[in-house]
């Protein structure tokens, strides 16, 4: 291979990114004919400009589709509805569980049985506001500063409630899952909430379309290993077979 130019070794790699879902250093350095040093300097520049998320040993994609609650409420709309019925199902009558402030957690939300006699605790008023109609459900609101983007509490003060109880069991949209990032999000106080609910809750479930998998944003919310388990619309993809290798129960 010629040599070639800073700006045709980045593209190259982006277009491998967009058909492989992940660029290796080694791998890349073959390909490219040039050293893995160079190739890691390519991936620091191209994360600094959002293009891509650097992690060790190569790089992932940011987590597609939109971020905003409004934009995501009409974004796989069935395929949420797919695992909010398989969560439920996990559900015990009489449990206290957490629900935090994703548009999956929303479908989980809307189709709970009134029946469960549960108890819910959530920071999302759009969870708040469709449970407040189910009687049979004792709602528990964790108050705090609006985080306009996703419609949820976050701050200090939600973080000081989540700290003062011990739930049955954590429901977690999540925005990105990767085996070697772990769970992360796109905004620093979403995710600090969301890392004092998981510390709150003997179990934790996590929610993903398969897009969401093997990808990346700024903010680290847990390792892996911190999931009970991960209900997805396709269990059966190639893409999952790492996780079950690492122990985490696919629903």
């Given at each position: 291979m010629r040599h070639m130019?800073?700006?045709?070794?980045?593209?190259?790699?982006?277009?491998?990114?967009?058909?492989?879902?992940?660029?290796?250093?080694?791998?890349?350095?073959?390909?490219?004919?040039?050293?893995?040093?160079?190739?890691?300097?390519?991936?620091?520049?191209?994360?600094?400009?959002?293009?891509?998320?650097?992690?060790?040993?190569?790089?992932?994609?940011?987590?597609?589709?939109?971020?905003?609650?409004?934009?995501?409420?009409?974004?796989?709309?069935?395929?949420?509805?797919?695992?909010a019925k398989k969560a439920?199902?996990?559900?015990?009558?009489?449990?206290?569980?957490?629900?935090?402030?994703?548009?999956?957690?929303?479908?989980?939300?809307?189709?709970?049985?009134?029946?469960?006699?549960?108890?819910?605790?959530?920071?999302?008023?759009?969870?708040?506001?469709?449970?407040?109609?189910?009687?049979?459900?004792?709602?528990?609101?964790?108050?705090?500063?609006?985080?306009?983007?996703?419609?949820?509490?976050?701050?200090?003060?939600?973080?000081?409630?989540?700290?003062?109880?011990?739930?049955?069991?954590?429901?977690?949209?999540?925005?990105?899952?990767?085996?070697?990032?772990?769970?992360?999000?796109?905004?620093?106080?979403?995710?600090?909430?969301?890392?004092?609910?998981?510390?709150?809750?003997?179990?934790?479930?996590?929610?993903?379309?398969?897009?969401?998998?093997?990808?990346?944003?700024?903010?680290?919310?847990?390792?892996?290993?911190?999931?009970?388990?991960?209900?997805?619309?396709?269990?059966?993809?190639?893409?999952?077979?790492?996780?079950?290798?690492?122990?985490?129960?696919?629903?």
């Open positions: 130019l800073k700006e045709e070794r980045q593209r190259h790699i982006l277009e491998w990114l967009q058909k492989n879902k992940t660029v290796l250093l080694p791998g890349m350095s073959r390909e490219l004919g040039v050293s893995e040093d160079t190739v890691r300097r390519d991936i620091k520049e191209l994360s600094a400009q959002g293009f891509l998320k650097e992690v060790r040993g190569g790089a992932i994609p940011h987590a597609l589709g939109p971020h905003g609650l409004k934009e995501r409420e009409n974004f796989a709309g069935r395929q949420k509805q797919r695992m439920v199902k996990l559900i015990k009558k009489g449990q206290v569980i957490i629900l935090d402030g994703g548009t999956s957690t929303l479908a989980v939300a809307s189709i709970l049985p009134e029946n469960l006699q549960i108890t819910v605790i959530t920071n999302s008023f759009p969870i708040a506001n469709l449970l407040e109609e189910k009687k049979g459900i004792d709602l528990i609101f964790a108050g705090g500063r609006l985080f306009r983007e996703s419609f949820i509490t976050t701050g200090q003060d939600t973080c000081g409630f989540y700290q003062q109880i011990k739930a049955d069991t954590c429901f977690l949209g999540v925005c990105s899952i990767d085996l070697e990032s772990g769970l992360t999000g796109q905004y620093y106080d979403e995710s600090a909430v969301k890392k004092t609910m998981i510390k709150s809750s003997r179990q934790v479930i996590a929610l993903a379309t398969p897009e969401k998998l093997n990808t990346a944003e700024a903010f680290h919310i847990c390792p892996i290993q911190s999931l009970s388990g991960l209900i997805t619309t396709s269990p059966d993809i190639d893409l999952l077979k790492p996780y079950r290798k690492a122990g985490i129960r696919v629903l």
